[in-house]
Nanobody, 126 residues
């Protein structure tokens, strides 16, 4: 069973930066599409960013474009999310997600991802 473990969350002031990292337990998923989602209190889980298995294609939610950058290191089996110019509305639990099989293109839909981490809390104070 593939496990995803996120790290790097915390409390930061508005305008600050955080870098989230997610490592997968199994080498078999090193070349699967991956993504980050988030869920704020009282809201549904929403798409943040996704990246293709080679890292050549990235998608972002409009509200984070220009501020967040998704990247991956297949040798280390990790996917990161660099978050700059953070805003209070970015406060949420951030989840790492992995596609169910190789060759699946990254999408914005949570249903496209079969494996999920436990989440890491990001809190941005005003």
């Amino acid at each position: 069973q593939v496990q995803l473990v996120e790290s790097g969350g915390g409390l930061v002031q508005a305008g600050g930066s955080l870098r989230l990292s997610c490592v997968a337990s199994e080498r078999t998923v090193s070349n699967y599409a991956k993504a980050w989602f988030r869920q704020a209190p009282g809201k549904e889980r929403e798409f943040v960013a996704a990246i293709s298995w080679r890292g050549g294609t990235m998608y972002y939610q409009d509200s984070v474009k220009g501020r967040f950058t998704i990247s991956r290191d297949n040798a280390k089996n990790t996917v990161d999310l660099q978050m700059n110019s953070l805003k209070p509305e970015d406060t949420a639990v951030y989840y790492c997600a992995c596609a169910a099989a190789p060759g699946i293109v990254p999408t914005r839909r949570a249903q496209s991802y079969n494996y999920w981490g436990q989440g890491t809390q990001v809190t941005v104070s005003s």
